[in-house]
């Protein structure tokens, strides 16, 4: 069997996408879980987080556009098990070319086929922009499961919905058929608010086998972290926010029968 492929996506920005996509990551390596993380925003958070370079000619977009193969993309990082497509630039263009392909949903799948098929990754995540547009959709088409990362907050179960709605278009459309959502990972929680508590229950109440066990603490060092380059694991092993990720990566391989 092929590597397993997670989509994390959400069209809002600043829900912690991004930081769970890098540690979970990290999370699934520090566990043995040969893993690629694929950055398919042209901002390259994900990249930088990891302490990594844009470098032009080095993300994925030559690939989608028909020039050369994704696995030549790949760098190795400072962290064992965890390689990385970075992103650049030139994946803003991905937008707008892609969409003048007859099957542009598809070009994802394709340029990761082989990849999936070798056997030398156990877990695929690729991380997404922060909006719907081409490049997020063309992750879903290729995923077997979308992570939603949901902010603990009054507007949260909003986004959610239209997120849900897009999978339920894309599988009826036969873009992916088999696109299911793997899980919600609740960020950014505070237990000493009500509200946090709130939304957690909602969530629980219309997707109970769907959420994850583990919630990600509001923590200023996990945000500290992407600016030093590193993932949470390096900049702060002991604290509340990595443990929480060494949780969820734990949940993660339970769930999905990583190894």
């Given at each position: 069997?092929?590597?397993?492929?997670?989509?994390?996506?959400n069209?809002?920005?600043?829900?912690?996408?991004?930081t769970t996509?890098v540690?979970?990551?990290?999370g699934?390596?520090?566990?043995?879980?040969?893993?690629?993380?694929?950055?398919?925003?042209?901002?390259?958070n994900a990249?930088?987080?990891?302490?990594?370079e844009?470098?032009e000619g080095?993300?994925?977009?030559g690939?989608?556009?028909?020039e050369?193969?994704?696995?030549?993309?790949i760098v190795?990082?400072?962290v064992?098990?965890?390689?990385l497509?970075?992103?650049?630039?030139?994946?803003?263009?991905?937008?707008?070319?892609?969409s003048?392909n007859k099957d542009?949903?598809?070009?994802?799948?394709?340029?990761l086929?082989?990849?999936?098929?070798?056997?030398?990754?156990?877990?695929i995540i690729?991380?997404c922009p922060?909006?719907?547009g081409?490049?997020?959709m063309?992750a879903?088409?290729?995923a077997d499961?979308?992570?939603v990362?949901l902010?603990?907050?009054?507007l949260?179960?909003?986004?959610?919905?239209?997120?849900?709605?897009?999978v339920?278009?894309l599988?009826?459309a036969?873009?992916?058929?088999?696109?299911?959502?793997?899980?919600?990972?609740?960020?950014?929680y505070?237990?000493?608010?009500?509200?946090?508590?709130q939304?957690?229950?909602?969530?629980?109440?219309?997707?109970?086998k769907?959420i994850?066990?583990?919630?990600?603490?509001r923590s200023v060092?996990?945000s500290?972290a992407?600016?030093?380059?590193?993932?949470?694991?390096?900049y702060?092993?002991?604290?509340s926010?990595?443990e929480?990720?060494?949780k969820?990566?734990s949940?993660v391989?339970?769930?999905?029968?990583?190894?």
């Amino acid at each position: 069997m092929g590597a397993t492929v997670f989509t994390i996506a959400n069209q809002k920005g600043g829900v912690g996408k991004t930081t769970t996509a890098v540690n979970l990551a990290a999370g699934l390596a520090g566990r043995a879980v040969r893993t690629l993380l694929i950055d398919l925003d042209p901002q390259a958070n994900a990249t930088s987080a990891l302490g990594m370079e844009k470098r032009e000619g080095g993300s994925i977009y030559g690939p989608l556009s028909g020039e050369g193969k994704a696995s030549d993309k790949i760098v190795a990082t400072r962290v064992d098990n965890l390689s990385l497509i970075p992103a650049e630039v030139d994946l803003a263009a991905a937008e707008i070319e892609l969409s003048q392909n007859k099957d542009y949903l598809m070009q994802m799948k394709s340029c990761l086929a082989g990849l999936r098929r070798s056997k030398q990754f156990g877990a695929i995540i690729l991380d997404c922009p922060p909006a719907l547009g081409i490049l997020s959709m063309n992750a879903l088409a290729a995923a077997d499961y979308l992570l939603v990362t949901l902010q603990c907050e009054y507007l949260a179960m909003e986004g959610l919905g239209q997120i849900l709605n897009v999978v339920e278009t894309l599988r009826s459309a036969g873009a992916n058929k088999k696109l299911k959502v793997g899980g919600i990972v609740m960020t950014m929680y505070d237990s000493r608010t009500k509200l946090a508590s709130q939304v957690v229950a909602e969530v629980k109440k219309h997707l109970p086998k769907e959420i994850f066990k583990t919630k990600i603490p509001r923590s200023v060092r996990l945000s500290e972290a992407p600016s030093f380059g590193q993932t949470a694991m390096e900049y702060d092993p002991g604290g509340s926010g990595t443990e929480a990720y060494r949780k969820l990566a734990s949940e993660v391989m339970k769930r999905f029968k990583l190894k």
